[in-house]
T-cell receptor, first 114, second 114 residues
Framework: DGGITQSPKYLFRKEGQNVTLSCEQNLNHDAMYWYRQDPGQGLRLIYY???????QKGDIAEGYSVSREKKESFPLTVTSAQKNPTAFYLCASRGTGGRTGELFFGEGSRLTVL | AQSVTQLGSHVSVSEGALVLLRCNYS??????LFWYVQYPNQGLQLLLKYTTGATLVKGINGFEAEFKKSETSFHLTKPSAHMSDAAEYFCAVSEERSSYKLIFGSGTRLLVRP
């Protein structure tokens, strides 16, 4: 089945460590996104990519980095510079519908900093 | 800039009662509007979307929403709540200047009482 796969589902890290969250899609979508979700704050955009080898900062990019070397993959690295990294991270993709096209989401990755 | 406001972070209804979740947006014409549902520790699933045409949009699981331009609203309704409807619901709008960004509201948690 086509969809978006995020891994790992749960991740624990110590302060000062970088961690990379994986996101893979087989929907042949051009655009991919990373959102952060905190209780009561909805979804906030971290980074997005419209095509391979190109990406843009979202509203809360500080302390995060991404790459888009392949169409189907958009990994997110949470660096030690991110001051409050404990959160639920959601990856999404969007097809060629432009503004009318909906986002398709993965199941999310929950990161906890110990 | 476009924005989305969801009135009420929590809504509680009895099983069998009407569900009404409110969403107001600010946007230049035309907005493209979406409702998503999220179950605990899962990704978001599209319920319905408005792009053009009929202002009353029907979605999955018996939900529907009506686009009211004069009120800048896109409220979500369901005639009769079921226990399985308990979840968090997000309203979203497609951003004007970029065809690839979706702006989310802060979410409304629906509680269904037996």
């Amino acid at each position: 089945d086509g969809g978006i796969t995020q891994s790992p589902k749960y991740l624990f890290r110590k302060e000062g460590q970088n961690v990379t969250l994986s996101c893979e899609q087989n929907l042949n979508h051009d655009a991919m996104y990373w959102y952060r979700q905190d209780p009561g704050q909805g979804l906030r955009l971290i980074y997005y990519s419209q095509i391979v080898n190109d990406f843009q900062k979202g509203d809360i990019a500080e302390g995060y980095s991404v790459s888009r070397e392949k169409k189907e993959s958009f990994p997110l690295t949470v660096t030690s510079a991110q001051k409050n990294p404990t959160a639920f991270y959601l990856c999404a993709s969007r097809g060629t519908g432009g503004r009318t096209g909906e986002l398709f989401f993965g199941e999310g990755s929950r990161l906890t900093v110990l | 800039a476009q924005s989305v406001t969801q009135l009420g972070s929590h809504v509680s209804v009895s099983e069998g009662a009407l569900v009404l979740l409110r969403c107001n947006y600010s946007s230049s014409v035309p907005p493209y509007l979406f409702w998503y549902v999220q179950y605990p520790n899962q990704g978001l699933q599209l319920l319905l979307k408005y792009t053009t045409g009929a202002t009353l949009v029907k979605g999955i699981n018996g939900f529907e929403a009506e686009f009211k331009k004069s009120e800048t609203s896109f409220h979500l309704t369901k005639p009769s709540a079921h226990m399985s409807d308990a979840a968090e619901y997000f309203c979203a709008v497609s951003e004007e200047r970029s065809s690839y960004k979706l702006i989310f509201g802060s979410g409304t948690r629906l509680l269904v009482r037996p």
